[in-house]
């Protein structure tokens, strides 16, 4: 890993979050490794699209872009 990535990874700190279960899920949603939006690299398919806005399907994507998704981000963000 790079010196920049290093440093930033450091940074994310999750003190208020004291189960460790939870911290790994956050840091995995901050570097965007999902098995929704990753799997297509270990099963060598193609990469998923969003079937909406037919963009590649990424965490940011689903988490603050996509316009079908903005009751859920209201729901439950």
């Known amino acids: ?3 920049i990535a290093t440093s930033v990874l450091r940074d994310w700190t999750y003190t208020h979050i004291h ?3 939870t911290q790994i899920v956050l ?5 965007s490794h999902t098995y929704l939006t990753q799997r297509y690299l270990l099963t060598r398919d193609s990469q998923p699209y969003c079937d909406d806005c037919l963009v590649p399907l990424t965490v ?8 079908s998704l903005i009751d ?3 729901c439950y963000l």
């Open 19 to 21: 189960d460790w279960r």
């Open 1 to 3: 890993m790079g010196e």
């Open 72 to 74: 859920l981000r209201h």
């Open 60 to 67: 940011r994507h689903l988490l603050v872009e996509c316009p």
């Open 27 to 31: 840091a995995w949603l901050r570097i």
